[in-house]
C-alpha cells in the first residue's frame, strides 16, 4: 500500500478541546442540518475557525489542519463533531492526545487523527503529513516531526474517505488482528 501523503496550514487550538466546544450546545438543533452545523464548529474556541478551515480548503493547497494540545475530543461520544470538523474543510487532525472515542469517530468519518507533539507547529504554518509513515514535515520551518503511524486498517478506511466508503468497496472484508 502506498503512503498516504496530504498537505494543508495549520489552525492551531489548545488543551482540552472537548466535543462541546466543537459543537457548542446552542447549537444542538441542527444536528439534522450538518452543512448549517459546520458553520458554526469552534466557534466559541475560535471564532473564525469555519471561514478559516473554508478558505484553506478552498485555495488549493490542500485542507485546513487542526492542531490541538492534548486531550483533544473529550466529552461526549457525539460522532457529529469529527463530521462538521470535516465539512469544515478540515482534512487532518494533529494532536498531543485525543479522546479514544474522538479518534475512532474521526477515523471512520476519513478524517485521519495523528498523535505527535504539536508545540513545533504555528498556527498558520504549512505542513506536510506522510500519514502512513508517520512524518510530518513543518514546510515553514523546515522542522521534522514524528507522529503515531496508522495501522494497515485505518489507513485503507482513510483511503477510502472514511468507514462506510471502504465497506461498500469491500463487502467481504475480513479484519484480523
Known amino acids: 500500500m502506498s503512503d498516504l501523503v496530504l498537505k494543508g496550514k495549520a489552525i492551531k487550538l489548545g488543551d482540552n478541546v472537548s466535543t462541546d466546544d466543537i459543537i457548542p450546545g446552542r447549537f444542538a438543533h441542527l444536528r ?26 478552498m485555495a488549493g493547497e490542500g ?20 463530521v462538521v470538523i470535516k465539512m469544515s474543510g478540515v482534512g487532518t487532525i494533529l494532536a498531543k492526545s485525543a479522546a479514544r472515542i474522538f479518534f475512532r469517530n474521526a477515523i471512520n468519518q476519513g478524517v485521519p487523527v495523528l498523535l505527535c507533539d504539536t508545540d513545533k507547529i504555528g498556527d498558520g504554518d ?28 485505518m489507513s485503507a478506511i482513510l483511503k477510502e474517505g472514511g468507514l462506510i466508503p471502504y465497506i461498500q468497496k469491500h463487502k467481504d472484508f475480513v479484519i484480523t488482528t
Do not use: Q, Y
Open 63 to 82: 485542507k485546513a489542519i487542526l492542531v490541538a494540545g492534548k486531550n483533544l475530543g473529550l466529552g461526549s461520544s457525539r460522532e457529529h463533531a469529527p
Open 32 to 57: 439534522s442540518n450538518l452543512p448549517e452545523l459546520a458553520r458554526h464548529v469552534l466557534e466559541d474556541a475560535v471564532p473564525d475557525f469555519a471561514s478559516r478551515a473554508k478558505a484553506l480548503s
Open 126 to 153: 504549512e505542513l506536510e503529513i506522510n500519514v502512513t509513515g508517520g512524518k510530518i514535515t513543518n514546510l515553514t520551518s523546515g522542522i521534522t516531526l514524528s507522529c503515531s503511524k496508522m495501522p494497515p486498517i
